[in-house]
């Protein structure tokens, strides 16, 4: 790789934008496992070379392939080259962290919502107030980035033993406990201060547990663990409901009712099924164009 020069970067950014080539960047990661290949700035946009499907030809044509030949040319003099629709630009300290997962087992290390717009995990835990507020009461989000023990937060998946207990829900079978289920027995106990936190994800399954804040159970002035066990043992005495529909089920129902469906299609194209969590699912054909551009 070439010593990375300003100048060469300059004059192909100014191509990138002749061409359409719409490009953002970053100077550091807050992705986790993240670095950087060269001495230039991480570069991300959509590397894809432009084209269109022929159906007199049966073939894709491209039209355009400046994309391919600008990132080979950056990669070359030090930039770093990510997927624009992968990743999200930190709006407190600019560094860039990931939206789409990687790999079976990665969690987001950030997040976005209208008041804080996009936020990296590195700033979350300089300050996690805003982030926190933002996962209460919400049964859609999760914690992936702090220790919320160290935010007067106590996990309620604690057994006679003290030892956590995640709940699961996947496809594995019996996986049915669900944050909506559980969220809605917490209100009927007048708790809203709860966070659901991930603690592992699998390729078809995730486990997960729920933390209260210690105001709910009475207890802002104490950390003795004895006497915080002791209310969340009380709070247990009713064991809180979790199970909702089996995903396993569902995803069986599904695959039956799309192997019913597609037997049924005719004509020329490519045959799509989407499975949907009540057990149905939505069967289609594709044409190839619209099936390498991507199914809306």
Same mark, same amino acid.
């Given at each position: 790789?070439s010593?990375?020069?300003e100048?060469r970067f ?5 191509i990138a934008?002749?061409?359409g080539?719409?490009?953002m960047i970053a100077?550091?990661?807050a992705?986790?496992?993240?670095a950087?290949d060269?001495?230039g700035?991480?570069l991300f ?6 084209g269109?499907?022929?159906?007199e ?10 994309p391919? +030949?600008?990132s080979?040319l950056?990669?070359?003099? #030090? ?15 600019t560094?860039? &962290?990931r939206t789409?997962?990687?790999?079976? #087992?990665?969690t987001k290390y950030?997040y976005?919502d209208?008041?804080?717009g ?7 835990q300089?300050?996690p107030?805003?982030?926190?507020e =933002?996962?209460?009461?919400?049964c859609q ?5 702090v220790e919320?023990?160290e935010h007067d937060y106590?996990?309620?998946n604690v057994?006679?033993t003290g030892?956590?207990?995640?709940? @699961?829900?996947?496809? =594995?079978g019996g996986q049915?406990d669900t944050?909506?289920?559980?969220a809605?027995d917490l209100?009927?106990r007048n708790?809203?201060? &709860?966070? &659901?936190?991930?603690e592992?994800? !699998? @390729? &078809?399954d995730?486990?997960?547990?729920v933390?209260?804040?210690k105001?709910?159970? !009475?207890?802002?002035?104490t950390d003795?663990?004895?006497?915080v066990? !002791? $209310?969340?043992l009380n709070?247990l005495?009713?064991?809180i409901k ?6 396993a089920t569902a995803m069986?129902n ?5 192997t019913?469906?597609?037997?049924k299609?005719q004509?020329e194209?490519?045959r =799509? ?7 149905t $699912?939505?069967? +289609?054909?594709?044409?190839p164009?619209?099936?390498i551009?991507g199914?809306k």
């Amino acid at each position: 790789m070439s010593e990375f020069n300003e100048e060469r970067f300059r004059l192909l950014l100014e191509i990138a934008e002749d061409r359409g080539l719409d490009i953002m960047i970053a100077e550091e990661y807050a992705e986790p496992g993240y670095a950087k290949d060269g001495d230039g700035p991480i570069l991300f946009a959509n590397w894809n070379d432009r084209g269109h499907w022929d159906a007199e030809a049966n073939e894709y044509v491209y039209t355009d392939t400046a994309p391919s +030949r600008l990132s080979n040319l950056l990669e070359k003099i #030090g930039c770093t080259l990510e997927w624009s629709d992968e990743w999200e630009f930190c709006s407190q300290c600019t560094k860039a &962290f990931r939206t789409s997962g990687n790999s079976y #087992g990665w969690t987001k290390y950030g997040y976005e919502d209208e008041y804080s717009g996009a936020v990296c995990g590195d700033c979350v835990q300089e300050d996690p107030a805003d982030y926190l507020e =933002y996962l209460q009461g919400a049964c859609q989000k999760a914690n992936t980035i702090v220790e919320l023990d160290e935010h007067d937060y106590v996990c309620l998946n604690v057994d006679e033993t003290g030892c956590i207990r995640s709940y @699961q829900n996947g496809l =594995y079978g019996g996986q049915c406990d669900t944050p909506q289920t559980i969220a809605a027995d917490l209100r009927t106990r007048n708790v809203e201060n &709860f966070v &659901f936190s991930i603690e592992g994800v !699998g @390729q &078809f399954d995730t486990e997960f547990t729920v933390w209260i804040h210690k105001s709910e159970l !009475g207890l802002e002035s104490t950390d003795d663990w004895d006497v915080v066990y !002791g $209310a969340i043992l009380n709070f247990l005495e009713t064991p809180i409901k979790s199970a909702g529909p089996d995903p396993a089920t569902a995803m069986c129902n599904a695959l039956q009712d799309a192997t019913a469906q597609m037997s049924k299609l005719q004509g020329e194209g490519i045959r =799509y099924a989407e499975c949907k969590e009540d057990g149905t $699912a939505d069967v +289609r054909m594709v044409s190839p164009a619209e099936f390498i551009e991507g199914i809306k």
